[in-house]
């Protein structure tokens, strides 16, 4: 769908992964102009900005931009304390694993919705899944309406009469599904790092959720892994 034919301008945030590398295209495809944003948050995986910087050059987006956190400082996570072991033994039904960083999607919402007023967008895409995602509370379709709801209430454009529109194009699709429509509008995931537990090179662990989620995605698609593992 080309609905944007006055290109738009749109926020997208941009991890390095695949399915927010993925959201980027269909963004793209919409015809939005887009404006990456990404996060170094005190992550243990660093590989997956690198990973960010190759895919939203790749896509050629108008503008980068990395904001630096420090989630660490409040700890809770295993991607962001060094004390806490990123669990590799499979996902547990109905349970939310330590990968779970408190309060993130908040924050990195609630920054690109500051980019965005400034920018004078409307719309802000973001690749959360809820069909194979690791139990994370905040990928979830309720905690997207209600952040939605928020930021027209809470923003100097939204008490104006600006509709924010929060996008979320991967939230009802398979792993596999979300695969095949990055595969269709020319998403290089070989350029991607996903792994929880990457080394400084982006090679994956393989064993972690994340790990686990991409390769099942991939066989069950039928297309080829270009994941490095180490």
Known sequence: MNKKQNKSRAI???SGGLDSSTTLAI???Q?????ALSFDY???SVSELEAANRVASAMGVVEHKTIHLDLGAIGGSA???VGIDVP???LQADVIPVTYVPARNTVFLSLALGWAEVLGAQDIFIGVNAVDYSGYPDCRPEFIEQFEKLANVATKAGVEGQAWHIHTPLIKLSKADIIRKGAELGVDYAQTVSCYDADSQGRACGVCDSCRLRAEGFAACRLP???IYK
């Open 12 to 14: 997208v945030l941009v």
């Open 27 to 29: 963004a793209k495809n």
């Open 31 to 35: 015809g939005f102009e887009c404006f």
């Open 42 to 44: 005190g992550q243990r």
């Open 79 to 81: 991607l962001t304390e």
């Open 88 to 90: 590799k033994t499979g």
């Open 225 to 227: 892994d270009p994941t």
